[in-house]
């Protein structure tokens, strides 16, 4: 697996978003219009440090280094995750670039030449793409039916408890019940409440002068459905609460959301605590 430290690339650990596509190297996630994608452990490590690298070329000396490490592999190595990374990105694979005697580039800020209606874009093949976790059987239960009951559910408990990763297992088999994707909110390096309408409209593909007109928030939102999956967001509760009753409220059947907070405190709904042992599988 890639390790982040002491790489010649620097490697995030927020979520970067690059056409359709939003990955979080941390986590190991890759999601294509808010919708979990399969992907190998190798070529997620390569599809990593490509997109680390903001549109910059990466030799394959670099990407042999970086991704197999101490491990001996040849160029042939490489070139097979690289076809497979162009098969699952699809439409966009022209993203990958191969720039002769150097290396790859992702152009993560070019757009498509020629524009497809989204019923001629191929989706990649979604799955639920981490191995099932141990011993919260009872907890993903209780999750799935209360999300099946409640249209906000919230989930609390201490940093490093496995909340995000619960909540992840209950979401990712739920794509079908929302064409629009699984949206997610990262509010962890919110440091201004200012900050949080931008954040939230990022997410749901809004654009910002939507969230503070109802009448435009109305008509976007009745054009989707989708899940908003807002994550550490309990240095914020009091200036979310009213953002999330609005969507909610104006939304009607189209958004479920998902709130996970390092505190008991949460938006009016229901909520689950995520007690310790989660550590097992984060």
């Not at 599809?47 to 910059?56: F, H, I, P």
């Not at 793409?129 to 059987?137: C, P, Q, T, V, Y």
């Not at 309408?197 to 002068?209: D, N």
């Amino acid at each position: 697996m890639l390790k982040t430290e002491g790489l010649n690339t620097i490697i995030s650990i927020d979520e970067i978003h690059f056409a359709d596509w939003q990955i979080w190297p941390q986590l190991r996630i890759l999601l294509h219009r808010g919708k979990p994608v399969r992907i190998s452990a190798r070529a997620f490590d390569v599809l990593v440090v490509l997109v680390s690298a903001r549109g910059k070329a990466v030799s394959k000396e670099s990407l042999l280094t970086q991704v197999w490490e101490n491990e001996i592999a040849e160029e042939n190595n490489l070139q097979a995750q690289i076809s497979a990374i162009r098969r699952i990105l699809g439409h966009d694979r022209h993203l990958l670039v191969t720039e002769f005697g150097c290396g790859y580039r992702l152009n993560i800020n070019k757009s498509p030449t020629e524009l497809l209606s989204k019923s001629e874009i191929p989706e990649p093949a979604i799955t639920p793409f981490l191995a099932s976790i141990l011993g919260r059987d009872k907890a993903v239960q209780e999750l799935c039916a209360l999300s099946d009951q409640y249209r906000l559910v919230t989930i609390t408990g201490s940093g490093g408890v496995g909340k995000t990763r619960l909540a992840w297992e209950v979401v990712s088999p739920t794509h079908t019940h929302f064409p629009d994707g699984i949206c997610v909110a990262e509010l962890a390096h919110i440091t201004e409440a200012s900050s949080l309408l931008s954040v939230i409209s990022q997410a749901l593909h809004l654009p910002l002068a939507a969230i503070h007109n109802d009448a435009d928030l109305r008509q976007q939102l009745a054009r989707r459905r989708c899940l908003l999956l807002i994550d550490n967001c309990e240095h914020v509760i009091n200036e979310l609460e009213p953002v999330i009753t609005l969507l909610l409220h104006l939304a009607i059947a189209a958004i479920a959301a998902f709130l996970l907070s390092g505190r008991n405190q949460f938006v009016t709904g229901q909520t689950i605590e995520a007690s310790g042992g989660a550590d097992r599988f984060m």
